[in-house]
């Protein structure tokens, strides 16, 4: 088998044209017949499917390297082409060609001085990097203003180029029926020109101009120019004479190689003759498969029958040139053999018909599987289908820590790792092999140390396990504790890809820790993600200390971090600490119990009944770390004071402790490290979970009612609204309103009605607001920045307001008015999409209609906009792909380019360092201050912060306790 | 100011300037010895030093996919003002495509004009300068009426206007002169004039062409410049009291540069190219940071960090020109012929490369996942590998 040959590495790609010598002798064989398999179903020789391509059946033999199917990779074949055809893809290469160079003795129109000039010119532009054929077109446009090449001196003539692959030259000269043109103009002219007359106008002689009119002279230029210029015709004709491809071939074989380098070409790889086809190659078997129908009929593959077409067309044309067919009858079949291999080429060539298949459908060809998303280059080698992979639904977990993964059973057995057996795994080895690839932590197959591999079956199990000694591989399936790779798309940042350690669970979606949720932008409406099981060392080791969710917490965008609590975790301790309320001992302790807390502390007092209560807040403090002190605002508005891990006042809610850029999980992650942070965050979580269910949390519809009274506060609250549109809308059909500057009237009334409205709506929104207790569902949520927002409560329980189309009002619909209910030229608010209704107590059907309008834009514009975004993103990356840091610090391209001499001119990295103007990278006075008062408790502390920083490894959740323990916390 | 042996030990950090002068500045304050400063400088050092960006880095790749990612995010059509209401601007991710893109033209042209300070306080003063941007056309100065019988197109001046419009002239008749000139010029024709009333028409009575005449009329320019449609003038709060700021509706940089009264050093324009070609690429890089930056800040997504901006920023000035980020820029430009042909367009890139005789080293990234090798980023870079020995 040949993959016991040692891969080989590329080192480089050179690309050129190939000289037909070269596919004549590197051809397994020439292919002459049209047809692929005989009756009994064997590839017929010298055919398309000759067994010297290759083979592709199972069983047979390759006639020319003598391997079977699979390892075989197939050889080309050639088809002698009985005339010269043109290459479409060089088709323009061609043109420009036959314009710069002499028609005669085929050298290039350009003298010493303009040769030396565009070498110079090329050489720069490949020095820099730029695009050649901006050079080679200046060459080509100065070669063809010469009337005459300045080596032979012939006469160069103009060349048409029909697109895709018809060549004239044009040459002036007379029509053959010139004379009778003539006389035709002649008797045509208002009063009829009599021969002498003629003569006389043009000053030629008479005799001269019967001879012409007989056609017995042909005239000088200058008679002629005369002669229609009286008769005010122009009788000029372009002969245009067609270049055949035979003909352009032995033009550019006389090219000399130095003339070909001054257009930028390599004469050494490419000839331009090699442009015009006379062999054509023949793709091995292998790379044009045919496939057995389940009714035995083999179907073959587009470029087989555009080959098949080619042959056909081909042993026509030689058979009628040697019966010595017309001229006409050639020329014809020459065209349709140009076609054949034209569009076995590229098959959307405009203005030629595509080849198409029996059924309609247009033939993949040899471009076809080169380009686009699913072609040759994005589809294919670019990106690549890949064994290990899983993919299935995704459903929640907060049981699992953030770095954890529930990986089906299922999925774990069809996963496997390798293992190395040797002494001390040897038992475990053998358990796994007996286990079978059914039992769960089992194998699938194992390899004995001659290289030979196994499968382990539910009957050879226990035989197999016995056998396994050291130096033996085993295909073990996925077990806790495994690194793998998870990722959901679209992958739009590097946080969609991270690792996670396994957990087999039963069942059979993935379940992740909802603080993920963030980063992957996943949620459990159906999602699906796929996992990737690591298969080397290196591999599983970098995916361990770089790609960990942990190791990912900061997000390099704003460099704050991305995971956090979310949604009812922040309700959760909002609960918890906004009202810091007490909790008995019992309840205190099943708070804490999904955490590593299992002593309380201290009580923080006696209750009226003698008990000893713990505040909310105290709890939350047992998470923290003890030397951790901080200070800031949270979104319900008050101040958050964390003194020595103990958290004295404030609310934890989303500006604490949630995902982008929670305050608290944000210094622990990066003034202690993103092990001690994925432990907060975990038991925030948790905390939060218990407390929520505490204290019980839901959201119904009576908790966007208001009363009455309120109701009516709002209902006076628009008419007022309406009154003053009503008033604006009177001022302008009076003439009065005074347009803004820059504005029109119109565009000033508009921007006045909707600002009217927008204010009746926030007020509507403040009377509702004013009617809802704190503690109120919604209101805490809005508050806490757990979901949702004061909007959409006022939306709720006060007024939806005005809809939008395109940042206007609506104003579409019929003729001056939106719908038929309304009159024509109506502008109140009403008629142009206010709903005064709020959701609760249901939208009329014109508001309906209305709000379905502005609902309508918002989808179109999401549509819309994922494919522009999704492109700006693909040639982003693609063009800053191959910028790195380096170890001095510039950022260089692959080719060593230097793009920054420092990243972001001061080198900071934006993983570490908050992106808010606000918060400086390094706070120069608070390290002051430490260094100053000399804060430090121990020698060792001093040190380490006057010291560089290292964070102690933690590579698995399973070395925790470990990790705790070293620690200082 | 500090001590030399205090500067000698900051400056002997390898602190960047920015965090230096804070450095010195704490100390200052603070009013320290040499011995803490020492301290203090280490301590911030090794605090830099841990915010360094690691080496091998793919920064790339994280900058792009940092601007990218909120791309899906912002609105597509959000036009409106960009500070000032009565200009509307393209806002959201068409206009960061348009940057990206390095268009020739944005789609919605502006520039905010600072003045120089005897006219930044003056609102009199300031108009005087708005007259010399704003484009003014017949429209703005009179009414035309066309005289069939006669085959005249008049134009009746307002005299308001033209006092208002030439600030410096007072005599409305010389105005009316000036403007009766113009039009001579541009539209080679005859002028009567007989007050602010001007009068002209075709050469010969030709219905045609008097309409012609008037369609003419209106695109002249009298005063301001061409491109420069209309000038709001609006009143700023500054550091040190108000100033009056003007933004314009289409764009010629260059011109309003030579403007008097227009502060060159405080004015910009949106259109990157004509910033390039007044102020060159440094300029360009600067604005091109700043209009993303703005753009993105307009969508609320103030949080991305400017650093991968500046990034971008950067390879698109990389040149010495502005190149765009694609296929006619710098994707298309890049030295391998595999990785363009993955890009946009792949069968003409493999046919000129076939034609160039080129070569692919396979340096890149994208060359080197198609052959199959690890790439050179990041962990890839590295040569290092642990050995087997255990000495």
Known sequence: ???????????????????????????????????????????????????????????????????????????????????????????????????????????????????????????????????????????????????????????????????????????????????????????????????????????????????????????????????????????????????????????????????????????????????????????????????????????????????????????????????????????????????????????????????????????????????????????????????????????????????????????????????????????????????????????????????????????????????????????????????????????????????????????????????????????????????????????????????????????????????????????????????????????????????????????????????????????????????????????????????????????????????????????????????????????????????????????????????????????????????????????????????????????????????????????????????????????????????????????MAGCVGQQAVRGERINRGYENRTLSHFEEGDLSADAHGFVEASYRSGLSPKEFFFHAMGGREGLVDTAVRTSKSGYLQRRLINALSELETQYDGTVRDTSDTIVQFEFGEDGTSPVDVSSSQDEAAVDVEQIADSVLNEEFESEKQKESFLGQRTERTNLSEHADDWWMAEGDD | MVSEDIEAVVEDTELPRRLKDDVYSTIEAKGVGVEDADRIAKAVESRYMDTRVDPLDPVGTVSAQSIGEPGTQMTMNTFHYAGVAEIDVTQGLPRLIELVDARKTPDTPMMTVHLDEEYADDRERAHEVVWKIEATRILALGDISTNVADMLVQIDLNEDTLLERWPTVNDTEAIAEEIAETIESNLGVQTRQAGTVIEFGPEEPSYRDLLQLVEELRDIVFKGIEEISRVVIRKEETDNGEEFVLYTEGSDFGEVLGIEGVDASRTTCNNIHEIYRSLGVEAARETLINETMNTLEEQGLDDVNVRHLMLVADIMTNEGTIESIGRHGISGSKDSVLARAAFEVTVNHLLDAAIHGEVDELDGVTENVIVGKPIKLGTGDVDLRMGTSQD
């Open chain 1, 1 to 795: 088998m040949s993959s016991q040959q040692t891969p080989q590495e590329i080192g480089q790609l050179s690309f050129g044209l190939m000289d037909p010598e070269e596919y004549r002798e590197m051809s397994a064989t020439k292919v002459i017949t049209a047809d692929t398999y005989d009756d009994d179903g064997f590839p017929i020789d010298m055919g398309l499917m000759d067994p010297r391509l290759g083979v592709i059946d199972p069983g047979l033999e390759c006639k020319t390297c003598g391997k079977h199917s699979g390892s075989c990779n197939g050889h080309f074949g050639h088809i002698e082409l009985a005339a010269p055809v043109i290459h479409v893809g060089f088709a323009k290469l061609i043109r420009r060609l036959l314009r710069g160079t002499c028609r005669e003795c085929s050298r290039l129109c350009l003298d010493e001085g303009e040769r030396e000039e565009f070498s110079d010119q090329l050489q720069r532009s490949r020095d820099l990097g730029r695009d050649l054929n901006d050079v080679t077109k200046a060459a080509i446009r100065q070669a063809r203003k010469k009337d005459r090449c300045p080596f032979c001196g012939e006469k160069q003539y103009d060349i048409k180029h029909e697109k895709p692959t018809t060549y004239y030259e044009v040459q002036q000269v007379l029509a053959a029926d010139y004379p009778d043109r003539i006389a035709e103009a002649m008797e045509e002219s208002d009063e009829r020109i009599a021969p002498t007359d003629l003569a006389e106008e043009t000053g030629i002689d008479s005799g001269r101009v019967q001879e012409i009119l007989s056609g017995e002279f042909r005239p000088r230029q200058d008679d002629r120019r005369a002669l229609e210029k009286a008769l005010s015709v122009d009788l000029t004709e372009e002969d245009m004479n067609k270049l055949m491809p035979s003909d352009i071939r032995d033009w550019f074989e006389d090219i000399p190689d130095e003339d070909i380098e001054v257009l930028g070409m390599n004469p050494e790889r490419s000839r331009p003759e090699w442009m015009i086809l006379t062999v054509l190659p023949v793709p091995p078997v292998t790379a044009r498969p045919s496939i057995t129908l389940d009714n035995g009929q083999r179907s073959e593959d587009d470029l087989t029958h555009k080959l098949v077409d080619i042959i056909r067309i081909n042993q026509r044309f030689m058979e009628n040139r040697e019966a010595g067919a017309p001229q006409l009858i050639i020329e014809d079949l020459w065209e349709l053999l140009q076609y054949h291999v034209t569009t076995f080429m590229d098959n959307e060539i405009s203005g030629t018909p595509p080849a198409r298949h029996r059924s309609g459908r247009p033939l993949k060809t040899l471009s076809q599987r080169l380009k686009g998303k699913e072609g040759r280059f994005r589809g294919s080698l670019s990106g690549k289908r890949v064994n290990f992979s899983a993919r299935t639904v995704i459903s929640p977990d907060p049981t699992l820590s953030l770095n954890e993964v529930g990986v089906p059973e299922r999925v774990a057995r069809e996963m496997t790792q390798t293992m190395n057996v040797n002494e001390r795994n040897l038992d475990n080895a053998r358990r796994y092999v007996a286990n079978g690839p059914e039992g769960h932590p089992g194998a699938n197959y194992v390899r004995r140390p001659d290289g030979r591999r196994l499968k382990v079956t539910e009957k050879n199990c226990e035989e197999l396990a016995e056998k396994v000694e050291p130096g033996w591989e085993v295909s073990r399936h996925l077990v806790d504790g495994d690194i793998i790779i998870f990722n959901r798309q679209p992958s739009l940042h590097r946080m969609s890809i991270m690792a996670h350690e396994v957990v087999v669970m039963p069942y059979k979606t993935f379940r992740l820790n909802t603080v993920v949720c963030p980063p992957y932008n996943a949620d459990f409406d159906g999602d699906e993600m796929n996992m990737h099981a690591l298969q080397n060392e290196e591999a599983r080791a970098e995916a361990r200390v770089l790609m960990r969710v942990q190791e990912q917490m900061l997000s390099p965008r704003f460099g704050e971090n991305i995971i956090g609590a979310i949604q009812d975790h922040i309700s959760g301790t909002y609960l918890l600490t906004h009202t810091n309320p007490q909790f008995n001992e019992t309840q205190a302790l099943d708070l804490l119990r999904a955490t590593r807390i299992d002593e309380l502390p201290e009580a923080d007092g006696v209750d009226d009944t003698g008990e000893a209560y713990w505040t909310g807040r105290t709890l939350f403090s047992e998470l923290l770390p003890d030397d951790l002190n901080l200070e800031f605002t949270s979104s319900a508005g008050d101040t958050v004071t964390i003194e020595d891990g103990e958290m004295t006042s404030g609310t934890i809610d989303e500006d604490a402790v949630g995902a982008f850029g929670g305050e608290v999980v944000d210094t622990i992650a990066k003034d202690y490290s993103k092990t001690r942070a994925r432990i907060l965050v975990n038991e925030v979580s948790a905390l939060a979970m218990r407390s929520i269910m505490h204290f019980g949390f839901s959201i119904g519809i009576d908790d966007e009612s208001i009363p009455r009274p309120a109701e009516e506060q709002i209902n006076d609250a628009i008419d007022n609204a309406y009154d003053r549109v009503e008033e604006l809308i009177e001022t302008y059909e009076r003439g009065d309103l005074e347009s803004l500057p820059g504005r029109t009237v119109d565009e000033t009334l508009e921007m006045k009605i909707m600002q009217t409205l927008g204010k009746a709506r926030d007020s509507a929104g403040d009377i509702a607001e004013d009617h809802f207790d704190d503690d109120n569902p919604a209101v805490v949520m809005a508050e806490s920045g757990a979901r949702g927002s004061m909007l959409n409560l006022t939306q």
